[in-house]
């Protein structure tokens, strides 16, 4: 809208114009036209060249003041024609001041106005050039008003004569001629200066605004860069800082894992010997038990011996009593018999009863002094068996109490391998989260400039990540307090499990010695009524024993759930040693990722070469254009020597123009000074741009050392995620190491060859310098730039060493990077062999593992074979108390009818021996002491069978009963003898008796005789019919 406005009343003026010279000069308008239509066009070049520049001053704005300040130097030069026009005529000029006064204040008053709408001095600008060809016309104008009002004055007044009027005429046309020509000559002089001049600082002026707007370019391209560097590589370095820290720490934490490991190898070695002893004194504590068992059993069978001795002796007491009582009867019966019968017979039943006597006493002495040895055998058995305990408990909770520690120290080790592994799964946890927010930052970093928030999001992650450590670490805590609480009741459920078994093994040995008191202690009645009760407590016991087995099978169970959890952790282990191959894994991609970092730098680093390669290719292209100039300014200056010959040739003719070229040299000082003032602004501007310079320096430093920052390129390795064997990864290393290698030496080639070039175009480029430096030398000589583009070549001759130290320092930098990536790789190495090494000592624990779960399967096996040989020993018993109770019934009726067949023997006897003797051969008085005797021992032998009823009848004589008198007792001369009773040979229900009673003591079939009873043994027992006829059996 500005440019059609401006032609708008560009078209104006100009009708304007034509119209003031139709009413000015009617006459000469066909000869003033050519005049205008060359202004006119000269108009429009100038306009034309004016719009180029304005446009191009629009794409930079510093062109502005740069062509504002050039512009004046060029218009005193147009004006001063004007100037020597107005001096050669003054006539026509003091003639007619009032009126070209006024015309030209009009004029001017009407570019003002137009000055004024436009808001701007585009206008000025344009009229500034065009003085001269508008004074030229002002001039003739001015001609042609005077000749017109002087031909009005000579109409409206006298009429003059005629020489006069032809004299001003011809002086008239003369001056229009000369004016002519001179303005002709001056026209084309200042076209050709002006031509050549306005192609100097059009081509100067776009030259200018072409560096200042690519040095702005560059200036906020290169801050941008150098923020974002610097940025860049102070986060780069923070986070290599904070990864090699955490390498440290996950290293130290390893080699304290390797280190912890390699002691809990030795704990658990020592505790597999420790466990072997515990076996071996477990295995020497049961025998040790059952050796006490054995004494106890001992002792027990010799207190039961002593019991039976000691009633043996009550029972011999009676039997001696007996024996006195029977004595002092066979003296009653011998103090009778004496009178009738012969005193040998009485002394051979004396003496047979004192030999008698004397067997049992010496019988009984035996008795009580093998009581007394088995007291004190007891008694000795007795303490050993107790110093033997006491000794054998000491060393077994001496043994428990080591256990306990070696327990205590493992579960300390485990918890301390477990909090390693934590640790180090929370440091590789936090080392990804690290690099993702690395990542983020970067990215948020090129979007934009604000680090305050990525650090404050970062110090939040970071306290979030302690945070959640804490946690961990609590729950952690917790979890190995419940694991140690857990491993207590294990260890209590394996002491309960022991005691269990040395209790079964306790009761089985009990049962044996039963089952072998049973079998030795079935030869009386006290001894079945004990097996009674002793069923009784084994019924009680194996329902004990029952519980026993059922709490053992829980334990069992129990302990089938603790190898399924130990499979667990086992399974669990397996999944982190996974886990840490999946880090491993991680940890090779973030290297993979940061190599490709390095790769972008390096693409970065190759596009910032190629952009300083176009640079010098423009600046090349510069100094070839600039070489152009040169070449048309030297043509330039061949015209400036034409144009010289031309005016020698007409210095005759400008004699008369003296005067103004005395102006014009007053022009040419104000143009100077303005040249000075133009001088010292270019040298400020040039200040500035070297100020700039050294932050381009520093930007160019920053440059060369940004991709020294960042990692290596990245390698093409395919890290596989399983390896067949050791051999090949330690081949698949050796490949990776050998090609990092490869890529370190081709990226050094590329480095060297990527200086040469750079140093190549920074040769060039001094070189092209040193040319241009020639040129403007060249150029000051004759023109005035040449002091700015020396300042601008001193400070583009710094360059090249501040970047070579750059690149050197770059190069130093990448050579450190190589060897940390080296021994990061080494560091993987040592990572892998130890986890290859941890692998082999989870392989050894599971085997160990499984051998502990076959030693529990066989155990368990031992204790069901055990249990079944329990239950058969268990169902013979009963079958046996079953045939037990069936041998006693049958005793009982054997019994009852031997008794009842001596009460119908001792009947017998008793008749037989009334009927024995004849009371009329006694003598008077006697009749009634025998009868008297004779009813008293009746009385006596009824109350022998009747109360006490105890008879040793021998087994393998006849059981007869006592023999009656013999005949010599009889009165001499009586014809009538009694014969004696019938006596058996053998009696059944003896022999019947004999034979359960060898049955009850040997039920299996093996006779077993008593050692004191000889090769025919005869058992002595008593009995005594109670109040309802039962017989109670006492065997001895």
């Known amino acids: 809208m500005a440019d059609q406005s401006r032609q708008i009343k560009l078209a104006a003026a100009k009708k304007k114009l034509k119209e003031f010279q139709q009413k000015s000069s009617p006459a000469s308008a066909g000869g003033e036209k050519g005049v205008v239509v060359a202004g006119a066009k000269k108009k429009r070049k100038v306009k034309a060249n004016q719009l180029d520049l304005a446009s191009e001053d629009r794409s930079s704005p510093e062109n502005v003041n740069t062509f504002a300040d050039v512009e004046p130097s060029v218009l005193p030069l147009h004006e001063d024609p004007s100037h020597e026009s107005a001096q050669s005529s003054p006539v026509s000029n003091s003639i007619n001041t009032n009126v070209t006064n006024t015309e030209f ?16 001095g585009d206008i000025s600008e344009e009229i500034r050039p065009l003085s001269s060809t508008e004074s030229l016309r002002q001039l003739s104008q001015q001609l042609n008003g005077l000749v017109s009002e002087s031909s009005n004055t000579y109409v409206n007044g006298d009429v003059p004569p005629v020489g006069e009027r032809e004299l001003e005429t011809q002086q008239s046309l003369d001056l229009s001629d000369q004016l002519q020509k001179e303005r002709k000559e001056f026209e084309q002089k200042l076209t050709k200066e002006q031509s050549a001049m306005r192609e100097q600082l059009q081509v100067h002026i776009q030259t200018i605004g072409i560096l200042v707007s690519e040095k702005s370019e560059l200036q906020t391209a290169l801050q941008y860069t150098q923020h974002a560097a610097r940025q860049k590589s102070a986060e780069a370095e923070e986070f290599n800082n904070r990864l090699q820290s955490t390498k440290q720490r996950v290293s130290e934490l390893e080699r304290t894992l390797s280190t912890v490991s390699t002691q809990q190898k030795t704990v658990e070695k020592h505790n597999k010997e420790l466990e072997k002893e515990r076996d071996n004194l477990r295995v020497e504590v049961l025998r040790i038990n059952n050796m006490s068992e054995e004494s106890k059993q001992q002792s027990s069978e010799l207190s039961e011996q002593i019991k039976l001795i000691t009633q043996e002796n009550a029972s011999m007491k009676l039997e001696l009593e007996d024996l006195h009582k029977r004595l002092e009867l066979a003296d009653l019966v011998l103090q009778q018999c004496s009178s009738q019968s012969d005193p040998s017979s009485a002394n051979q039943q004396m003496q047979l009863l004192l030999e008698e006597k004397q067997h049992l006493e010496s019988i009984n002495h035996q008795l009580m002094e093998s009581v007394s040895q088995l007291t004190t055998e007891r008694d000795r058995y007795v303490d050993q068996i107790q110093e033997e305990g006491r000794v054998w408990k000491d060393k077994t909770e001496q043994l428990l109490t080591q256990v306990a520690l070696v327990a205590e120290e493992r579960d300390r080790n485990i918890s301390r391998v477990q909090e390693l592994e934590t640790s180090i799964e929370d440091l590789k946890t936090s080392i990804a989260s690290l690099s993702q927010e690395k990542e983020t930052p970067i990215e948020a970093d090129l979007q ?84 009674l009760t002793q069923n009784r407590t084994l019924k009680d016991q194996l329902a004990e024993l029952q519980n026993g087995f059922v709490k053992l099978t829980n334990e069992n169970m129990e302990l089938t759930t603790a190898i399924q959890s130990e499979h667990h952790v086992k399974k669990e282990l397996a999944r982190r040693m996974g886990e840490l191959q999946e880090e491993l894994h991680s940890v090779k991609e973030q290297l993979d990722e940061k190599t490709k970092e ?162 190549a175009a920074r040769h060039q480029a001094s070189v092209a310098l040193s040319l241009e430096h020639h040129s403007h030398e060249a150029e000051h000589s004759q023109g005035e730039h040449s002091h700015c583009h020396h300042n601008h070549e001193t400070s583009e001759d710094v360059v090249p060493g501040e970047v070579h130290q750059a690149l050197q320092a770059a190069m130093d930098k990448l050579q450190q990077r190589f060897t940390s990536l080296m021994q990061e790789k080494a560091d993987l190495k040592e990572r892998v062999e130890e986890l290859e090494h941890r692998c082999i000592q989870l392989s050894g624990e599971t085997d160990t593992i499984g051998e502990y779960i076959a030693l529990y399967q066989s155990q368990r096996a031992i204790m069901k074979q055990k249990h079944q040989e329990k239950e058969q020993y268990i169902t013979m018993l009963a079958q046996d108390k079953e045939e037990m109770k069936a041998k006693l019934a049958e005793l009982q009726d054997l019994v009852m009818r031997l008794v009842a067949e001596r009460n119908e023997w001792y009947n017998r006897y008793i008749s037989a021996t009334a009927g024995k003797v004849n009371p009329d051969l006694l003598p008077p008085g006697h009749d009634l002491v025998r009868s008297e005797d004779h009813s008293h021992t009746q009385s006596e032998m009824n109350a022998i069978s009747g109360e006490e009823a105890m008879e040793v009848i021998p087994l393998s004589e006849p059981s007869a009963a006592h023999e009656g008198p013999s005949p010599q007792t009889l009165a001499p001369g009586s014809s009538h003898i009694e014969p004696k009773p019938p006596v058996p040979t053998e009696d059944g229900t003896a022999e019947q008796i004999m034979q359960l009673l060898q049955e009850i003591q040997n039920p299996q079939g093996v006779p077993r005789t008593p050692p004191f009873l000889g090769e025919n043994p005869c058992i002595p027992f008593f009995y005594r019919p109670d109040e309802q006829d039962e017989v109670k059996i006492l065997v001895l």
């Open 105 to 120: 204040v009009g004029f001017n008053n009407e570019l003002q106005n137009y000055n004024d709408t436009n808001g701007n």
């Open 448 to 531: 934009s400039s604000e680090p305050s928030e990525s650090e404050v999001a970062l110090q939040e992650a970071l306290n979030n990540i302690q945070q959640q450590n804490d946690v961990l670490t609590a729950q952690y805590q917790a979890q190995l307090r419940d694991n140690e609480q857990l491993s207590r009741l294990c260890s209590e459920q394996e002491g309960r499990l022991g005691e269990l078994e040395r209790q079964v093994e306790s009761r089985s040995q009990e049962t044996e010695d039963r089952r072998r008191m049973l079998e030795d202690v079935q030869s009386d009645k006290a001894t079945i009524s004990r097996a």
């Open 598 to 759: 390095v790769q972008a730098v390096l693409e970065q680093r190759e596009q910032l070469v190629a952009h300083l390669q176009q640079y010098s290719a423009g600046y090349q292209t510069l100094a070839s254009e600039r070489e152009q100039l040169h070449h048309q300014y030297l043509q330039q200056c061949q015209l400036m020597d034409r144009l010289q010959h031309d005016e020698s040739q007409g210095r005759v003719q400008l004699e008369i123009s003296h005067n103004q070229l005395k102006k014009a040299q007053d022009h040419l000082e104000q143009l100077v000074q303005d040249n000075e003032q133009l001088k010292t602004e270019v040298k400020e501007l040039l200040n500035g741009s070297a100020l700039a310079s050294p932050s381009r320096d520093q930007g160019d430093g920053i440059e060369s050392q940004e991709p020294d920052e960042s990692p290596q390129i990245s390698s093409s390795l395919v890290i596989p995620e399983d390896f067949e064997s050791q051999k090949e990864m330690e081949e698949f290393i050796r490949g990776a190491l050998a090609q990092v290698e490869a890529e370190r030496d081709e990226a050094r080639r590329q480095l060297q060859e990527e200086h040469r070039l750079h140093m």
